[in-house]
């Protein structure tokens, strides 16, 4: 699976947009963009993912960009739940499952 | 559906004990994971079943982990002799195949004394 880089941490004020990036400039035609996020003392949890178009559901948005090498997950109003780890994972989906690779993600911290 | 059930919460445990971890998996899914977490080494994938057979162990630390997973329902994660190295929070999930999505479980903080 593609490496993916992302900032270690963020800040965002209660209320406003939260934009997290993530890089994945070796990824293959195949491989999807996953989020997760990782609340204190949770299990992971997944948030949305996306092949090349952008996607939204009632939790948030991704924005991938045209050449596919990098992305944003977008929190439109954050709250402080939403304060945790994200994860950006790219992994190829075959049809049957395969091993989800996790690495550091950020950790944002939503403030009042 | 209650998701996916880990069993127990807490376990404490003195080093040479064995350990077992309890792990039921969403009713339907046919894939099952477990990792690992700790401070160190952040999340580690140990091992992932896709209907009941092993497909991949590689993240197995050593040969005193084992697991198993006798049916689609129940799965186990064995540490035979336990270690004080072996403290972290196992982490279960499941999946299926028409949706990649893995939905994880509370999680087991093992501490090994």
């Known amino acids: 699976d593609a490496k993916t880089t992302q900032p270690t941490s963020m800040d965002c004020a209660e209320g406003r947009a939260a934009n997290l990036p993530c890089n994945h400039s070796t990824i293959s035609g195949n491989e999807y963009v996953y989020w997760y996020r990782q609340i204190h003392s949770q299990g992971p949890q997944y948030i949305i993912h996306?092949?090349?178009n952008n996607e939204t559901n009632e939790m948030a948005s991704l924005i991938i960009t045209e050449d596919r090498k990098s992305s944003t997950l977008i929190l439109p109003h954050a709250t402080l739940r939403d304060t945790a780890v994200y994860y950006c994972?790219?992994?190829?989906?075959?049809?049957?499952?395969?091993?989800?690779?996790f690495g550091t993600g950020t950790r944002l911290q939503v403030t009042l | 559906d209650a998701g996916v059930i880990q069993s127990p919460r807490h376990e404490v445990t003195e080093m040479g004990q064995e350990v077992t971890l309890r792990c039921k998996p969403i009713s339907g899914h046919n894939s099952l994971f477990w990792y690992r977490q700790t401070m160190m080494r952040g999340l580690e994938l140990l091992i992932y079943?896709?209907?009941?057979?092993?497909?991949?162990d590689s993240g197995m630390p050593e040969d005193r982990f084992s697991a198993k997973m006798p049916n689609a329902s129940f799965s186990t994660l064995k540490i035979q002799p336990s270690e004080p190295r072996d403290s972290a929070v196992y982490f279960c999930?499941?999946?299926?195949?028409?949706?990649?999505?893995?939905?994880f479980g509370s999680g087991t903080q093992l501490s090994v004394l």
């Open positions: 999930a499941s999946s299926s195949d028409q949706n990649e999505k893995l939905f």
């Open positions: 994972i790219v992994r190829a989906f075959t049809g049957t499952a395969s091993k989800l690779t």
């Open positions: 079943f896709n209907n009941n057979v092993p497909i991949d």
């Open positions: 996306g092949l090349k």
